[in-house]
């Protein structure tokens, strides 16, 4: 069966977290299945976080970001397998 | 009436900004890209300082329950009505019913949405635009939220039809490097050379903490000469004692991270300002996103009064194309 990847884009500028807060778990692992809307990441930009939601249902393929690191607009985040 | 769907990042109601208070530690607010809030407003035939909403880095989802016409300028941030691409830069119409949404941000960071008539909120100190800060102006003194209602008004405007634009080179590019024109001062002289020079040759970052209030930088260590602690200054070198801050001026506090006050900023205190960035560079600046790089260049008065008459005339020929 083929599978069809979906890329998660980064809609705003900031910086990337893959965990809610520095001494929680990451949201998801690579490997993971997510569903639609599940929060994968935040990015943080002029002083408040925006949740980053899975935009299909899939396997989370790779992160394309370190935790951490600087997110330009509509760069690549992580890639979706779906089933 | 406007509908807000979804409210987008940070988007508020802002005019041409609350002039004339500063004095009393009340800062300007307002459209931070002011060429941008201009033309959109001379778009759908309204005064240039009706309010419009500014929109940062992701647009909101509209939706629009009367006929009228609306324009978007500034940042590309694109235009879809009922998911079909739409122009920026340009007079549209929209029908009773229409959903205006956005697509990613492709250059610069904030676009500017007027509306024929103009946003109706209360004036607080003769201007509608919002200063989250404190909460006043605009729409309960806050950015939009899902569900909130915004009311057109009827200020006084020119009649107008849909799909009239101004000519490709009277509308900005913005790229991912920006060079922003300052003046050096109020307070240059506590740098070294050295320092003085670094500033102009570093290719600044522009950090995550960088809104309407100001936008803070990385790139280089700053040092300060030698001195005899002034009275009424704080013991760092980086202290002078207290004076106003010119809007766009940049301070350096401790000689690390830049910080470029703007238009919901501070309006005085006891920090050095090397440098302040002229007023047309500061619509520049309000298109500069976290991350991107930033070179100071200094000019002297002269020049920055040149580059405001350029802008006047350039606002000038637009209202003659647009008459």
Redesign the interface.
Known sequence: MMSNSIKV?A?????FYRRPSPDEDVYVNEGDEVKEGDIIGLV?????F?ELKAEASGVIDAFKVEDEG?????QEIAVINQK | MIKVIQPG??TTVQDLGRIGHYEVGMPPSGAMDTYALKVSNLLVGNDEDAAGLEI???GPKLKFEADTLIAITGGEIPPKINDEPAGMWETLSVKAGDVLSFD???SGARAYLAVQGGIDVPEIMGSRSTYTLIGIGGLEGRALKEDDELKIASDKNVNVKAGRKIDEDLIPKYS?EHDIRVVMGLCSYRLTEESKDEFLSTEWQVT????RVGYRFKGAKMDFVEREQPFGAGSDPSNVTDQGYPIGSIQIPGGIEPIALLNDAVTGGGYVTVATIISTDLDRMAQV????KVKFVAVDIEESLKARKEMKDKLDEIRKQLA
């Open positions: 884009m809609p705003i500028p900031g910086v943080e930009v002029m002083k408040s925006h600087m997110l330009e607009a509509g | 990042l940070q940062t880095y992701m990613f941000v492709k991912k995550p903490d960088a809104n996103k976290s991350g991107e």
